[in-house]
């Protein structure tokens, strides 16, 4: 049985890690499943946003522990190349947005997880804990440059080194998610801001999300250059025309992705 689950919401497909003995943990076939199932949301043309979240009272606790990844000596670094940093880069190259709903503990790899998302939204019982240095462990899961890029050098090597939880409250204050919600109103937020974005223009989107992935350090002339092939790309576009038209005539638009 898949330890992933998937539901169509409309235009948005939500994900669910269920290993909630484990606190989603990602241990057994997890890890496969989840791979899988964002490839077949992706191959959906009619998925137009994507919320993954967490079975029980964790979104996902890193490597499961007593599991393969802490026997595996130096073939570490080979399981994180064909495992996780796989998970990552597809989900930052992913075609449509992706919001993380997280529902509770968020450790290790599974903060890296969480952070690879678009948006992040979180209950404000849910902590995000850099438990590596805990395990005497390095940084894994993106977590070594999401981190720098949300909150700053400073707040970044203090959560790797000392390994504390830091709230969804506060993970909000200091930028590291976009907010922090009541835990009872987190899924229906996040489901509420996929509508939202279900709704928008599928291209300018897609183009948004790689602007933005491409451009943190690239130089000025590299960013503007890509900024002006990306736009070229958008203005030709029906839904641009129908975001114009729109707007002129005070209505909401009707995007199509063409």
Request: aromatic content about 4%.
């Amino acid at each position: 049985m898949s330890m992933v689950l998937t539901e169509q919401r409309g235009a948005t497909a939500l994900i669910t890690l269920n290993n909630p003995a484990q606190m989603n943990a990602l241990g057994g076939t997890l890890l496969a499943d989840l791979s899988a199932a964002l490839d077949a949301a992706l191959a959906d043309t009619a998925v137009r946003a994507i919320v993954l979240t967490g079975a029980g009272k964790g979104f996902c606790a890193g490597a499961q522990l007593g599991g393969p990844t802490f026997e595996a000596g130096s073939d570490v670094g080979s399981l994180l190349r064909d495992g996780v940093s796989p998970l990552i880069e597809k989900m930052r190259a992913a075609r449509v947005p992706i919001i993380a709903a997280v529902n509770g503990p968020a450790a290790g790899a599974g903060a890296g997880l969480a952070l690879a998302a678009d948006i992040v939204i979180a209950a404000r019982s849910a902590r995000f804990i850099l438990s590596f240095v805990k395990l005497g462990a390095a940084l894994d899961a993106g977590t070594s440059l999401f981190l720098q890029r949300a909150i700053g050098v400073p707040r970044a090597r203090a959560m790797a080194l000392l390994g504390e939880p830091v709230t969804g409250e506060l993970a909000a204050q200091w930028g590291l998610i976009w907010k922090a919600v009541d835990d009872a109103e987190l899924l229906a937020e996040a489901l509420a801001v996929a509508q939202k974005l279900a709704d928008g223009p599928p291209v300018s989107l897609g183009l948004i999300k790689q602007q933005i992935e491409a451009a943190w350090q690239a130089p000025l002339a590299v960013a503007l250059e890509g900024e002006a092939e990306a736009q070229a790309r958008a203005f030709v576009t029906d839904d641009l025309r129908e975001g114009a038209t729109a707007f002129v005539e005070k209505r909401s638009p009707r995007f199509t992705g063409r």
